[in-house]
């Protein structure tokens, strides 16, 4: 069984390029979370999404970064013209369908983006 | 938004020691979360806590719900080197899935 993957696990880009983040969730999960952690700090939510649908996006910025849960396929998050604070460990969650009082979300093992 | 405090920030333990750290908030939580980070990982739930007053295990760690719903603590008995790491609370406020303390680093010394 599984957990929730993230590929790549490094990745390295210029400033002015996109950076493209993938997850799969647990098998039987339907919620995906992004997360984003700078060092020495704790995780900040971004994005939570089920399949098609953008739940809420409060946290992440309005301009540059999108993401996806398409039908077909991973979570997708998207990070266009790349900038030097953009460099952080980002991480993804799942989560069964959230029902009753069940808020447990799985973490990936993070994707750690440099820009460079 | 909310925000979780954990203390201490840091501590530097002998194995074999009990370990105890704390989360607090300014407002209500109705569930608390403890993780567990290792080095280049992803965070690992340890014990969820979803009632007030609430004491739940998992091995040698025990986690509890405070009464007031403000607070939540860990403990960890006789401490491994394998327990090194850093330790976040969390828990869902208002609109947001999950909301993270800053973390409790914890270094075992053989």
């Known amino acids: 069984n599984a957990g929730v993957m993230q590929n790549p696990r490094h990745l390295v880009r210029r400033r002015g390029q996109e950076a493209r983040l993938r997850c799969s969730p647990m098998?039987?999960?339907?919620?995906v979370y992004w997360y984003r952690q700078l060092p020495e700090e704790g995780l900040k939510f971004m994005v939570y999404?089920?399949?098609?649908?953008?739940?809420?996006e409060s946290g992440m910025p309005k301009e540059r970064f999108s993401a996806e849960f398409p039908k077909e396929g991973p979570s997708i998050l998207r990070i266009q013209q790349v900038v030097r604070g953009d460099s952080a460990a980002y991480f993804c969650a799942s989560s069964p369908p959230l029902g009753g009082l069940n808020y447990e979300q799985y973490f990936g093992p993070g994707t750690r983006l440099t820009v460079t | 938004g909310q925000q979780l405090n954990q203390s201490p920030q840091s501590m530097f333990i002998q194995e074999g020691e009990d370990v105890s750290m704390n989360c607090t908030s300014s407002?209500?939580?109705?569930?608390w979360l403890w993780y567990k980070q290792d080095p280049g990982e992803g965070p690992v739930l340890l014990i969820a806590l979803y009632k007030a007053g609430e004491l739940t295990s998992n091995g040698r760690l025990t986690a509890q719900f405070g009464i007031t719903r403000k607070d939540s603590f860990l403990n960890i008995s006789a401490s491994i080197p394998s327990d090194v790491g850093i330790y976040f609370c969390a828990g869902p406020s208002g609109n947001t899935p999950l909301v993270f303390g800053k973390g409790t680093r914890l270094s075992v010394i053989a």
């Open positions: 407002s209500i939580f109705n569930t």
């Open positions: 098998k039987g999960h339907s919620h």
């Open positions: 999404l089920q399949k098609e649908n953008i739940i809420d």
